[in-house]
């Protein structure tokens, strides 16, 4: 398995939330963009 790289986002909260502070969950992370 790979190692992701340390990747940085806003919840819904405003509150900022890295990927690792999921470390051993399982994680759905849903994007999108429109342009």
Same mark, same amino acid.
């Given at each position: 398995m790979e190692k992701v790289?340390? $990747?940085r $986002?806003?919840? =819904?909260d405003?509150?900022? =939330?890295s990927i690792r502070d *999921?470390?051993?969950k399982n994680t $759905?992370? *849903?994007m999108?963009?429109?342009w």
């Open positions: 790289q340390d $990747l $986002l806003k919840n =819904v405003g509150k900022e =939330v *999921f470390n051993g $759905l992370i *849903f999108w963009a429109s």
